[in-house]
């Protein structure tokens, strides 16, 4: 069983950044894809960033060009840099990693304020 831990999320104003983090508690070189979603209050779940094996990349329509998804695979962590916030952003952002199955990190709340 992987365990997922998020941090990094709090509040900011509109136009700043944020990176999150997400520490697993085993090695993610293998695994074959981590990646982010977010959830807020009213609104559907969303994908907001996923990262495979082989380094692909992908985005949702709403971040694309703003948020980046990377990974240190020495640290066992996955970011996601958040530049150019949004009130809209606002959210629980939860990890997710594929491995034998899919494990779920338990989220850090984003408010990005007006």
């Known amino acids: 069983q992987v365990q997922l831990v998020e941090s990094g999320g709090g509040l900011v104003q509109a136009g700043g950044s944020l990176r999150l983090s997400c520490a697993a508690s085993s090695s993610i070189f293998s695994f074959p894809a981590m990646g982010w979603y977010r959830q807020a209050p009213g609104k559907q779940r969303e994908l907001v960033a996923a990262?495979?094996?082989?380094?692909?990349?992908t985005y949702g329509d709403s971040v694309k060009g703003r948020f980046t998804i990377s990974r240190d695979n020495a640290k066992n962590t996955l970011y996601l840099q958040m530049n150019s916030l949004k009130p809209e952003d606002t959210a629980v952002y939860y990890c997710?990693?594929?491995?034998?199955?899919?494990?779920w990190g338990q989220g850090t709340q984003v408010t990005v304020s007006s």
């Open positions: 990262i495979t094996h082989s380094d692909t990349t």
């Open positions: 997710y990693a594929i491995t034998a199955g899919t494990h």
